[in-house]
Every structure is written in structure tokens, then in C-alpha cells.
């Protein structure tokens, strides 16, 4: 079984649009993440929710807006999508976010703008 | 800005041969952890470090949690074909918010 899944996997679209990532996580965690990782493979934390209420909220820009319908799920949803927006999205979970800061990431959603 | 220098940015070396590299950051860090990443894929927890001193081992792979809390290394022996990848140290700090902060990666190519 998948502990953390992201679909889709590629997504491939045109500035301007409006697109989603969505995650979910089966390992029972409370804390779940959103990085960006660009073309240098630097990996920066976007968001982080614990328990679906947002507690890490770095500098991203408000195109960006993370939602957790509850604490399985972290999807993000980007609008007016930009050139620079290209990327790899990771998902990550970890057991909660002051302790246990073992993060398990997802697959990866390689994130391309036309 | 980044916060944690990772080197070397990559190693070229024979199957066999001993690997290491590691981590340091001007901050003290209460937490160390090591990630590998394979292409396509997201990071994959290696080993995580709790305690100034700490030396833990995962089969061939063995890290080291600083003793000035500062840095970190990541040694592998007898390097295969597989251990091929993208392996980044990862730390959070003492102080400031709650998130991991992440080394720039150690991209590590082997020749069989």
C-alpha cells in the first residue's frame, strides 16, 4: 500500500490556468507538507498543515492556496499558473510536527507551464 | 535563504569504494536527518538523528550527529550500483518555526 500518494504524477499546462495537486497520506499522521523542488533539486517547504489547520506558511506566493478537508488529505490548488510555477510538488506527512519530525515524501508531481 | 551546506555536489566513484559526505550550517540544529532520492521519485527517509553525538548505522550507511550540533555526515561502505542517486541531509533547528530545512544534495554517480 502507497503511504503517501500525489496525483497526477506529470501535469502539463498553459500559463494562466487554474490547476490542482492533490495528497493523501494512509499512515495515520497528523502533520502533512507541501514542497517545491526546482531544477537544481533545492527542496523548500511551501505549507505545512497539522490536524487540517495551517501552521507553516512560507514566503509563497497567494496564487498558491493549500486545503485540507481533513487531516488525510492536502491538496493544492494554484491559480494563474506562471513559467517560474515549474517545478516538482512533493507531499510529505510526518506523525506531528513538534516530535516526530521524520517526513515521509510522496512520488513527486512534475509540474510543467507552457 | 538556505540554511545547510551539503558537500560535496557530487562524487564520481568506482563500485566498491567508501562514500562520505556531509553537513554543517552556522545555526545549531536539534534534529538531523539523511534522505536519498532516485529519479522520478521523492526522497526516501536513510537515517534520522536525535542526539548531539549520535552515530547510527542502516546496514552499510552510517551518520553522525555533530557533537557542536552544527553538522552532520553521512558515510556509505562498499558502494553498489543502486546506492546511485541524489542523497540530501536535512535539519531542523533549534530555534524558528517548525519545518525542515534542507541541504542543496549530494548527487552521487557510481562506475561499475
Known amino acids: 500500500d502507497t503511504a503517501v500518494s500525489q496525483t497526477p504524477k506529470y501535469l502539463v499546462t498553459q500559463m494562466g490556468n487554474d490547476k490542482s495537486i492533490k495528497c493523501e497520506q494512509n499512515l495515520g499522521h497528523d502533520t502533512m507538507y507541501w514542497y517545491k523542488q526546482d531544477s537544481k533539486k533545492f527542496l523548500k517547504i511551501m505549507f505545512s498543515?497539522?490536524?487540517?489547520?495551517?501552521?507553516i506558511n512560507e514566503t509563497v506566493p497567494n496564487r498558491f492556496s493549500p486545503k485540507s478537508p481533513d487531516k488525510a488529505h492536502l491538496n493544492l490548488h494554484i491559480n494563474s499558473l506562471e513559467l517560474g510555477d515549474s517545478a516538482v510538488y512533493f507531499c510529505?506527512?510526518?506523525?506531528?510536527?513538534?516530535?516526530?519530525?521524520?517526513?515521509?515524501f510522496g512520488p513527486g508531481t512534475r509540474l510543467t507551464v507552457l | 535563504g538556505q540554511q545547510l551546506n551539503q558537500s560535496p555536489q557530487s562524487m564520481f566513484i568506482q563500485e566498491g569504494e567508501d562514500v562520505s559526505m556531509n553537513c554543517t550550517s552556522s545555526s545549531i540544529f536539534n534534529t538531523w536527518l539523511w534522505y536519498k532520492q532516485e529519479p522520478g521519485e521523492g526522497p526516501v527517509l536513510l537515517i534520522a538523528l536525535y542526539k548531539a553525538g549520535e552515530l547510527t548505522s542502516n546496514g552499510r550507511l552510517t551518520a553522525q550527529f555533530g557533537i557542536t550540533r552544527k553538522d552532520s555526515f553521512l558515510n556509505i561502505s562498499a558502494s553498489i550500483p543502486s546506492d546511485v542517486g541524489i542523497y540530501f541531509c536535512a535539519g531542523r533547528r533549534v530555534q524558528g518555526a517548525q519545518k525542515l530545512v534542507f541541504g542543496q544534495g549530494t548527487r552521487l554517480t557510481i562506475n561499475p
Open positions: 510529505a506527512s510526518s506523525q506531528d510536527h513538534r516530535h516526530h519530525n521524520e517526513q515521509f
Open positions: 498543515y497539522n490536524n487540517k489547520e495551517l501552521i
